[in-house]
């Protein structure tokens, strides 16, 4: 491409509601333009790079045997209803009605629609396994959409699809997913790291979320420095502390604790650590209160929580409800003598009570005495009150050991590109998505499905790979490889020069664009940098008095003469993304 026919509209300074750094980048090296909130335009040289993804992403779907397939993005609210996502998915659900008044969705994602055909298509045991993937938009009206492309409403998803006869099968495949998922993260060039992470509403009992690590991410990884663990910090598991010598048990004791709702003024108060308190919250989960209790110095992880009560749904109390279960607002509440819970049919329930692991070790603790201004001190459990569970409810910190292999931990901050999930029947059980098995009885399929960003990539690329210039490209993902700047684009021989490089290298397969603007060779340099091109050649008058080139390394080198009849071979070489692992056997 030359840039005098080929547009890409630099800007000098980020529009200003650009809120991170690959959402300033892309605007101003002009890779996208903002149309509403969450909804982009994507320029040719924006394109380019999600091709880039795609076609990367695709080979690896085809090597597990995905068969690429084209799903509607307006679907039906009949299929969403039999599954009930109709009704759970919220306001994230895009709704529409066509002339007829029929009611439809703009596809966040596509169980429904591939299950369905699937079950039409699909009925022998003979015909699975069988993978369908497709490079669909999706649109989900994202509470609050940010970080350009990386949190938009209508974005680009490979979203996959496997149908198994049964567990073992979807399992194994599921590792054929994720060695996938390594392959395709390696060959952009990116940093990453796959953690176990929690299913949120897709559901399903297993998945993994592959995490570019960048300093901007939004979700913090859990990394062992001495084994492969990995985890988001939703999931990562905390062990229980090794067994402590006790103290004998004490008095129970309550105390004034005046205007103290929290476990720092209490602790000074009282002079004890925050390790000896019970620090308790209330939730209802799925409309029944429960209380949580994890030790002072932790914190309260919910989703862990959620997990651990079974619960679908769970709300924080309300400083009414607290008053309602605990009798006394919050920062008083604790599990000595809580009174039982009239619920809405009149009946009296015992609240239940969820303690984090850690507080098995403790003797002779605080909590709130369920009476304002007032705790309770020499607390014991078993002896003052019994919790329901022990579980592991707290969120990990840095000074935890790995759970697997007790090695030091490190928190990173990461991007989610990818996520697989094993699903089970969830889909499938619904939908009636069943085969006949050799023995010509009907089962039900066993699914997986797994998701990669594409365009979400496009950015966390850039969250990792920049600086103060502008975009650091990937060789894989760069929109062209080479920039040819000819300096004075009026002289002949540097025209001939520039134009013999530019045909060579495009004859070898190698992206190239050539800076033929008549704009100053200053701006042009730094619309090289902002764009990110991975290898700059300038010819000039000057250079080619001595029969050579400069070339110049985006990613920091300082600029090397070559000589122009070495260059093209040089580039050609240096032109070669990260190679493709091999395939697995
Ligand atoms: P998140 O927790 O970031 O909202 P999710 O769990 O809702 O993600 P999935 O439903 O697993 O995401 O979707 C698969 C992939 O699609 C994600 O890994 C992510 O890369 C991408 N993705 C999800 N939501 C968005 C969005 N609003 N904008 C761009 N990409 C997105
Ligand atoms: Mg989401």
Known sequence: MRLSRYLIPTLRDAPSDADNVSAKLMQRAGLIRKVAAGLYDWLPVGLRVVKK??????????????????????????????????????????????????????????????????????????????????FGLKFRDEIRPRFGVMRAREFLMKDAYSFHVDDADAGAYYEQVYQAYQKVFTRCGLRFKPVEAQSGAIGGSYSHEFMVLAETGEETVVACKACSY???????????????????????????????????????????????????????????????????????????????????MLDRCSETQYMGIAGCEVGFAGPVNLPRWKNPQGQMITVRIIADLALQG????????????????????????????????????????????????????????????????????????????????SQIMVMGCYGIGVTRVVAAAIEQNHDDNGIKWPVALAPFTVVIIPVETDDAAVKEAA???????????????????????????????????????????????????????????????????????????????????????
């Open 53 to 134: 993804v795609e076609k990367i992403v695709r080979e690896e779907m085809d090597r597990i045997g995905g068969q690429e397939v084209w799903l509607p993005v307006v679907q039906p609210k009949e299929l969403w209803e039999e599954t009930g996502r109709w009704k759970i998915y919220g306001k994230e659900l895009l709704r529409l009605k066509d002339r007829k008044n029929g009611e439809f969705c703009f596809a966040p994602t596509a169980e429904e629609v591939i299950t369905d055909l699937v079950r039409r298509e699909i009925r022998s045991w003979r015909q699975l396994p069988a993978m369908f993937y497709q």
């Open 230 to 312: 990995g985890a988001n910090l939703e999931r990562a598991e905390c062990t229980a502390p090794a067994a402590q010598p006790q103290d004998a048990p004490a008095k129970l004791e309550e105390v004034h604790t005046p205007n103290m709702g929290s476990v720092a003024e209490v602790a000074k108060a009282l002079d004890m650590s925050p390790v000896k308190f019970f620090k308790t919250q209330l939730y209802m989960a799925d409309g029944v209160p429960l209380m949580a209790l994890v030790r002072g110095d932790h914190e309260l992880n919910e989703p862990k929580l959620a997990r651990a009560a079974g619960a679908a």
């Open 362 to 441: 403790v003797a002779n603790g605080v909590s709130g005495a369920n009476r304002r201004d007032y705790h309770l001190k020499g607390i014991n459990a078993g002896r003052d009150f019994q919790a329901d569970a022990f579980a592991d409810i707290r969120s990990a910190t840095p000074a935890d050991p790995c759970p697997r292999c007790g090695g030091a931990v490190e928190f990173t901050k990461g991007i989610e590109v990818g996520h697989t999930f094993k699903l089970g029947t969830k889909y499938s059980k619904a939908m009636n998505a069943a085969y006949l098995d050799a023995q010509q009885k």
């Open 499 to 585: 134009e013999t490089l530019y045909k060579g290298l495009w004859d070898r397969g190698v992206e190239t664009l050539l800076d033929d603007r008549a704009e100053r060779p200053g701006v042009r340099f730094k619309d090289a940098d902002l764009v990110g091109y991975p290898l700059r050649v300038v010819v000039s008058k000057k250079t080619l008095a001595e029969g050579e080139v400069e070339f110049k390394r985006r990613d920091g080198a300082t600029p090397e003469r070559i000589k122009l009849d070495a260059i093209e071979d040089r580039l050609f070489d240096w032109a070669q993304p990260v190679p493709a692992p091999p395939v697995a056997a």
